[in-house]
């Protein structure tokens, strides 16, 4: 009899698949040394349960013995019954707890047969490989604490671990700082980690709905790198908080860049610590990584400090760079990552509690949906726990204003709506969206929170990959191409996008329920920059025609519902050389390149009219789809053109109507414009709010793979 699986789904029963045999079956069942009497119950030829006489004791491995085969109980199931919940959940704080008197440290895991607390003076294992202290931590129901009655302040500490007969040395899954490279924690009064004002810091965001943000994702390196950046502090949270910044050819570069854009979020890709294999603090200039491999959540990634080897400078520059961004205006969204880990057998997680904390298949392979070689269950109650608490400990210690979630259909729908919850209660406006893509991993596609559940997720946003697909062409087929570069049969397509892809007359199968869920965008860090998928794609294009797509590609985002989004660089055409995935490509390839920003300076101004428009019109910033519904008309146009009004002073607009038109023909068109006299203020070359041409009636004129704005 070939054993396929066996699965604890309660303390006392074991579900065992095995391909068909004549045999019968007998094995014997040892819980560590001890061998637990049991019945069987078969379910199907395939199929037995194991009803065991007396419960496991989780704290040993179970093998179950057939013949001179054997196979390992996996426990994965068991974590997600109500009978493991009610006797091991944890609701309370966990980490280190520090005041001048004393330190407390309390970590969870059922599974360990003993924890203890290991103190150094050093946060450099090459420094100071011994500790000073080793302090032994008591159980009760899976939490392990302790307490050191000293003044522990600028110490650093790990946890040492049995499991299973082995021992292990991790860092705390809690920790807040660490030495270099994230190998041990630090212990440090939070307030140590302020920089002057902090108390006085707050969100600049005056938004109402989250359809008035125009979010803007930056790498924190990759803002300042380049070497004619005239940043100082290249490559470092300090680097975005010099203003008035310029490069050799006196454009305005980095924060001031930004600021001129006049967008309100600024997404910054991944700033927690990251895998010391991917960046090394001590040489952060030998490799380049993005980081969407996360070693520890809540410690801010070392190679952007001044000094990573000290746990207060780390936390002060990343919380002065936030405390810059908002006296500047500009709201801060971070990029978390929690669907996965750099590497299972690495992390504290797994050191802690082997088998918890990530989704495993029945015959005790981890899930890979995130495609890095595991899945994290957030489905687990103490997962699902720490997602929340470390969004929330971001959120209030470093005063952020959203998040954005990597892979975010890895999530169960659960854990998304309480922390949607839980952010709600913070009392001020913090985004909250993600990547809602289907990905195989051990949930039920019901459970996901993807797209397509999207109802059950009511205020938390989604990128939008259909606008994204529709107009440049599909992101995973490098030669296809979309509405703005010429292919046919697409208006529909963009017409739903306009609508920010809710329900409203003539669209009646919505992708979102909401307005505030649809994050429109055209390129992202992910894939082929607009201008390099263009170049691939649109085949017998002249320069000049793919500078034009880039612009109404850029103008169709910033013009529909929704929420637009716009990757940094995209406003002077950036490019990657054609390649596609740079997440460890050298900097000359992701920075951005501010020298290319006089070349392309006529865009630049282009994108920044289409926001001012944008921020200036309520008409482009609809929250309630109902009331949409009232104010918006699609008219009849040429094919490859989709035009639209937005009416009667819509969503409280000052002007009357708005007549928007896309032309993505690679020639002009004649539309007969609805009754009344109108004015022109934006066309492909410019947008100016005072009006380019006045008392337009009747047949209009609109250029080739370009939009044309009209009011009246």
Same mark, same amino acid.
């Given at each position: 009899m070939?054993?396929?699986?066996?699965?604890?789904?309660?303390?006392t029963t074991?579900?065992?698949?095995? #391909?068909?045999?004549?045999?019968?079956?007998n094995?014997?069942?040892m819980?560590g040394?001890?061998?637990?009497?049991?019945t069987?119950?078969?379910?199907?030829?395939n199929?037995?349960?194991v009803?065991l006489?007396?419960?496991?004791?989780?704290?040993?491995?179970t093998?179950?013995f057939?013949?001179?085969?054997?196979?390992?109980?996996?426990?994965?199931?068991?974590?997600?019954?109500?009978?493991?919940?009610?006797?091991?959940?944890?609701?309370g704080?966990l980490?280190?707890?520090?005041?001048?008197s004393?330190?407390?440290?309390?970590?969870w895991s059922?599974?360990?047969?003993?924890?203890?607390?290991l103190l150094?003076?050093?946060?450099?294992?090459?420094?100071n490989?011994y500790?000073?202290?080793?302090?032994s931590?008591?159980e009760s129901k899976?939490l392990?604490s302790?307490?050191?009655e000293?003044?522990?302040?600028h110490?650093f500490y790990t946890?040492?671990?049995?499991?299973?007969?082995?021992?292990? *040395?991790?860092?705390?899954?809690?920790?807040i700082?660490s030495?270099?490279n994230?190998?041990?924690?630090?212990?440090?009064?939070i307030?140590?980690t302020?920089?002057?004002?902090?108390?006085?810091d707050?969100?600049p965001?005056?938004?109402?709905?989250f359809?008035?943000?125009i979010?803007?994702?930056?790498?924190?390196r990759?803002?300042s790198?380049h070497?004619?950046?005239?940043?100082?502090?290249?490559?470092?949270f300090?680097?975005?908080?010099?203003?008035?910044?310029c490069?050799?050819?006196?454009?305005?570069?980095?924060?001031?860049?930004?600021?001129?854009?006049g967008?309100?979020?600024v997404?910054?890709?991944?700033?927690y610590?990251?895998?010391?294999?991917?960046?090394?603090?001590?040489?952060?200039r030998?490799k380049y990584?993005?980081g969407?491999?996360? #070693?520890?959540?809540?410690i801010?990634e070392?190679?952007?400090?001044?000094?990573p080897?000290?746990?207060?400078i780390?936390i002060? *520059?990343m919380?002065?760079?936030?405390?810059?961004f908002?006296?500047?205006g500009l709201?801060?969204?971070m990029d978390?990552v929690?669907?996965?880990?750099?590497k299972?057998e690495e992390s504290?997680?797994?050191?802690?509690f082997?088998?918890?904390?990530?989704?495993?298949k029945?015959?005790?392979?981890?899930w890979n949906?995130?495609?890095?070689?595991?899945?994290?269950?957030?489905e687990?109650?103490?997962?699902?726990?720490?997602?929340?608490?470390?969004?929330?400990y971001?959120?209030?210690?470093?005063?952020?204003?959203g998040?954005?979630?990597d892979?975010?259909?890895?999530?169960?729908?659960t854990t998304?709506?309480?922390?949607?919850a839980e952010l709600?209660?913070?009392?001020?406006?913090?985004?909250?969206?993600?990547?809602?893509?289907?990905?195989d991993?051990?949930?039920d596609s019901s459970?996901?929170?993807q797209?397509?559940?999207?109802?059950k997720?009511?205020?938390?946003?989604?990128?939008?990959?259909i606008?994204r697909?529709?107009?440049?062409?599909?992101?995973?087929?490098?030669?296809?191409?979309?509405?703005?570069?010429?292919?046919?049969?697409?208006?529909?397509?963009?017409?739903h996008?306009v609508?920010?892809?809710?329900k409203?007359?003539?669209?009646?199968?919505?992708?979102?329920?909401?307005?505030? #869920?649809?994050?429109?965008?055209?390129?992202?860090?992910?894939?082929?920059?607009?201008?390099?998928?263009?170049?691939?794609?649109?085949?017998n294009a002249?320069e000049?025609?793919?500078?034009?797509m880039h612009?109404l590609?850029?103008?169709?985002?910033?013009?529909?519902?929704g929420?637009?989004?716009?990757?940094?660089?995209?406003?002077?055409?950036r490019?990657?050389?054609?390649?596609e995935?740079?997440f460890?490509s050298p900097?000359?390839i992701?920075?951005?390149?501010w020298?290319?920003?006089?070349n392309?300076?006529?865009?630049?101004?282009?994108?920044?009219?289409?926001?001012?428009?944008?921020?200036?019109?309520?008409?482009?910033?609809f929250?309630d789809?109902?009331?949409?519904?009232?104010?918006?008309?699609f008219?009849?146009?040429?094919?490859?053109?989709?035009?639209?009004?937005?009416?009667d002073?819509?969503n409280?607009?000052k002007?009357?109507d708005?007549?928007i038109i896309?032309?993505?023909?690679?020639?002009?068109?004649?539309?007969?414009?609805p009754?009344?006299?109108?004015?022109l203020i934006?066309?492909?070359?410019?947008?100016?709010l005072?009006?380019l041409a006045?008392?337009i009636?009747g047949?209009?004129?609109?250029?080739?793979i370009?939009i044309?704005?009209?009011?009246r």
């Amino acid at each position: 009899m070939n054993l396929i699986s066996a699965v604890l789904t309660t303390f006392t029963t074991i579900l065992v698949k095995f #391909q068909q045999c004549g045999k019968s079956f007998n094995p014997s069942v040892m819980n560590g040394k001890k061998s637990i009497p049991y019945t069987i119950n078969a379910l199907n030829p395939n199929e037995i349960e194991v009803h065991l006489s007396e419960e496991i004791n989780i704290k040993e491995k179970t093998i179950l013995f057939l013949d001179e085969s054997m196979i390992e109980v996996n426990y994965n199931r068991l974590f997600k019954q109500k009978e493991f919940n009610d006797r091991y959940y944890y609701p309370g704080k966990l980490g280190f707890s520090y005041s001048p008197s004393k330190t407390e440290f309390k970590v969870w895991s059922p599974v360990a047969t003993n924890i203890s607390v290991l103190l150094y003076i050093n946060g450099d294992p090459v420094d100071n490989k011994y500790p000073l202290h080793k302090i032994s931590m008591i159980e009760s129901k899976g939490l392990w604490s302790a307490e050191f009655e000293d003044d522990l302040r600028h110490y650093f500490y790990t946890y040492e671990v049995t499991v299973y007969d082995k021992t292990t *040395e991790v860092i705390d899954p809690y920790a807040i700082s660490s030495g270099i490279n994230g190998y041990r924690a630090a212990i440090i009064d939070i307030n140590d980690t302020n920089p002057d004002k902090w108390d006085k810091d707050i969100s600049p965001s005056t938004i109402k709905n989250f359809t008035d943000a125009i979010i803007y994702e930056i790498n924190i390196r990759d803002m300042s790198i380049h070497p004619q950046s005239g940043i100082k502090h290249k490559g470092q949270f300090l680097g975005l908080c010099e203003d008035n910044t310029c490069s050799n050819l006196n454009n305005s570069t980095g924060l001031a860049h930004i600021k001129s854009l006049g967008v309100t979020h600024v997404q910054i890709m991944p700033m927690y610590d990251i895998s010391y294999k991917s960046i090394d603090e001590e040489n952060p200039r030998a490799k380049y990584n993005w980081g969407y491999d996360p #070693q520890n959540y809540n410690i801010p990634e070392g190679s952007y400090s001044t000094n990573p080897y000290n746990p207060i400078i780390r936390i002060k *520059e990343m919380k002065t760079m936030i405390q810059s961004f908002h006296t500047h205006g500009l709201c801060v969204n971070m990029d978390v990552v929690y669907n996965h880990i750099y590497k299972i057998e690495e992390s504290s997680f797994h050191g802690i509690f082997p088998g918890y904390y990530f989704r495993y298949k029945d015959d005790g392979t981890p899930w890979n949906g995130s495609a890095c070689s595991n899945d994290t269950a957030s489905e687990h109650l103490m997962m699902r726990k720490f997602i929340k608490d470390s969004v929330l400990y971001w959120a209030q210690e470093y005063h952020l204003d959203g998040f954005r979630f990597d892979l975010m259909g890895l999530h169960d729908i659960t854990t998304i709506n309480e922390l949607r919850a839980e952010l709600n209660n913070l009392d001020r406006p913090i985004m909250m969206y993600g990547e809602g893509w289907n990905l195989d991993t051990g949930l039920d596609s019901s459970e996901k929170a993807q797209i397509a559940n999207a109802f059950k997720t009511p205020i938390v946003g989604y990128f939008n990959d259909i606008i994204r697909d529709a107009l440049k062409g599909a992101v995973f087929l490098e030669e296809d191409f979309g509405f703005v570069s010429g292919k046919n049969g697409l208006e529909e397509t963009i017409k739903h996008c306009v609508v920010g892809g809710v329900k409203i007359d003539g669209f009646n199968n919505p992708h979102f329920s909401s307005l505030e #869920q649809s994050i429109n965008y055209v390129s992202c860090h992910d894939n082929h920059t607009l201008w390099d998928k263009l170049l691939v794609s649109a085949k017998n294009a002249t320069e000049s025609e793919i500078l034009d797509m880039h612009k109404l590609a850029l103008a169709i985002i910033i013009t529909a519902q929704g929420i637009p989004f716009i990757h940094s660089g995209c406003e002077f055409c950036r490019t990657k050389n054609g390649i596609e995935n740079t997440f460890s490509s050298p900097d000359y390839i992701n920075w951005m390149d501010w020298e290319r920003k006089l070349n392309f300076a006529s865009v630049v101004d282009y994108v920044r009219e289409l926001i001012r428009l944008r921020k200036y019109h309520l008409a482009f910033r609809f929250s309630d789809a109902n009331k949409l519904n009232n104010h918006i008309s699609f008219i009849n146009s040429p094919k490859n053109t989709v035009a639209f009004i937005l009416k009667d002073n819509a969503n409280g607009d000052k002007w009357k109507d708005i007549l928007i038109i896309y032309n993505a023909n690679r020639y002009d068109v004649n539309m007969y414009l609805p009754e009344g006299q109108w004015n022109l203020i934006g066309n492909k070359h410019t947008v100016e709010l005072k009006s380019l041409a006045n008392n337009i009636s009747g047949n209009f004129n609109v250029n080739s793979i370009g939009i044309a704005i009209l009011y009246r």
